[in-house]
């Protein structure tokens, strides 16, 4: 549940702020700088700070979570409409008024630390296997949507040199009859020249 509430302070930041043009992915790159910061920080605060070198670390983390925020603060302007510039808020959201959030992106920033000391809380061995989690969900999440890009891309391109979806699939359906019997083959999309 923490990190389905950070998950959307940042999405409320996202939502709130822009990146600039000249830098168009800025904002992305800043948020996922600060959640990283914030957890080393708590972490770093709960876990190591009866240590010497764990009072010199967590304070240089708090000074770039500070840093962090600033950044946001300073080079990511607050949006004109909800969602900034992506093309459906200008669809849905003009002259409508919408949920304002006082003080963005302080209050979500606040929230994410808290959140992030909350989940700091856990013994070692839950962090670690928090964190083995984001990796494998994460790596996972990019093989299926690079996987799941290739195949559209592949479909977009047949439609476009040879015809329509439909005859993709009649396609599919003609190879698979010719078949040898008692094979399970999947059919697949004729090669583009």
């Known amino acids: 549940i923490l990190v389905a509430f950070t998950v959307t302070n940042s999405s409320l930041i996202v939502m709130r702020r822009e990146s600039p043009t000249y830098r168009p992915r800025l904002l992305g790159q800043l948020l996922v700088a600060f959640n990283v910061v914030s957890l080393g920080m708590c972490i770093t605060f709960v876990h190591g700070w009866g240590f010497a070198w764990g009072k010199v670390l967590a304070l240089i983390l708090a000074a770039l979570v500070a840093l962090t925020w600033g950044l946001i603060k300073m080079f990511c302007p607050s949006s004109a409409v909800f969602g900034g510039n992506r093309p459906i808020a200008s669809t849905w959201a003009e002259g409508v008024e919408y949920f304002r959030t006082p003080f963005v992106p302080l209050i979500p920033c606040l929230g994410t630390i808290f959140n992030a000391y909350l989940i700091a809380q856990l013994d070692?061995?839950?962090?670690?296997?928090?964190?083995?989690?984001?990796?494998?969900?994460?790596?996972?999440?990019?093989?299926?949507?690079?996987?799941?890009?290739?195949?559209?891309?592949?479909?977009?391109?047949?439609?476009r040199g040879r015809g329509s979806y439909e005859e993709v699939e009649m396609h599919q359906v003609e190879s698979s009859e010719d078949a040898v019997d008692g094979e399970d083959t999947k059919p697949e999309l004729p090669a583009i020249t």
């Open 124 to 159: 070692m061995s839950g962090i670690l296997l928090l964190l083995l989690y984001f990796v494998i969900s994460t790596a996972f999440y990019f093989y299926y949507g690079a996987r799941k890009r290739a195949v559209r891309s592949r479909q977009r391109r047949f439609r």
